[in-house]
């Protein structure tokens, strides 16, 4: 089991520009979250896929943050049109709904995004 | 939204000093879990218990639901033991999860 795996784990953009960020989640696991972690808010929900399908996209900024998950095998962040204050490690988690470890959430190692 | 309290903000411990953290939610809850972390690293699970008292070597979670809280106990502390502590809620229909803000723990030799 390789746990939840994220690329890159380091992207630098300058400003303007788009970056994309991957997850592949824990193979069987239906549930796909992403958050993003600074200092200064900490950890913030920013959407969720269930079976593939967007649950809860309450946590994007509503402009040039999207997020897909074409297959039960990866989903994608993108962001376009980068700003500094989009600084931020990304993270990628995953939960099994079903099973002995239901309700449980595993996380990647995230992706660090600088905006210069 | 939900509400999740986790006290104290930062602690210092000498090293050896035990600490107790404590995470309090303002609903029912069915999946509770705690996690660990280095600065600049990722969260790492340390126990999902949703219901009662867990071990693991110096750990020990307790979640009593009725009262609305889990503890998190770290015995006989090391320096490794230095980072921030999260919990993490679910709540019944597997919509999102809900993260108290965190303790910051220093231990010094």
């Known amino acids: 089991n390789a746990g939840v795996i994220q690329t890159p784990r380091h992207k630098v953009t300058g400003k303007g520009q788009e970056a994309t960020l991957w997850c592949e989640p824990i193979s069987g696991h239906s549930a796909v979250f992403w958050y993003r972690q600074t200092i200064v808010q900490g950890l913030e929900f920013l959407t969720y896929?269930?079976?593939?399908?967007?649950?809860?996209d309450s946590g994007m900024p509503k402009e040039r943050f999207s997020a897909q998950m074409p297959n039960q095998s990866h989903s994608t962040l993108k962001i376009q049109s980068t700003q500094p204050q989009d600084s931020a490690v990304y993270l990628c988690?995953?939960?099994?709904?079903?099973?002995?470890?239901?309700?449980?959430?595993?996380f990647g190692e995230g992706s660090k995004l600088t905006v210069l | 939204g939900q509400q999740v309290q986790q006290s104290p903000a930062s602690l210092v411990l000498q090293e050896g000093e035990n600490a107790e953290l404590q995470c309090n939610f303002s609903t029912s809850l069915n999946s509770m879990q705690w996690f660990y972390q280095r600065p600049g690293g990722s969260l790492v699970s340390l126990f999902y218990?949703?219901?009662g008292t867990k071990h693991s070597g110096r750990l020990t979670s307790t979640t009593v639901i009725k009262e609305r809280r889990s503890s998190l106990h770290i015995s006989s502390s090391q320096t490794t033991d230095s980072g921030t502590y999260l919990c993490?809620?679910?709540?019944?229909?597997?919509?999102?999860?809900?993260f108290g803000k965190g303790t910051s723990l220093t231990v010094i030799p």
């Open positions: 218990n949703p219901s």
């Open positions: 988690a995953s939960s099994p709904l079903g099973g002995p470890n239901t309700g449980q959430l595993y």
């Open positions: 896929f269930r079976n593939q399908a967007p649950i809860d």
């Open positions: 993490a809620l679910g709540y019944t229909g597997y919509q999102n999860f809900y």
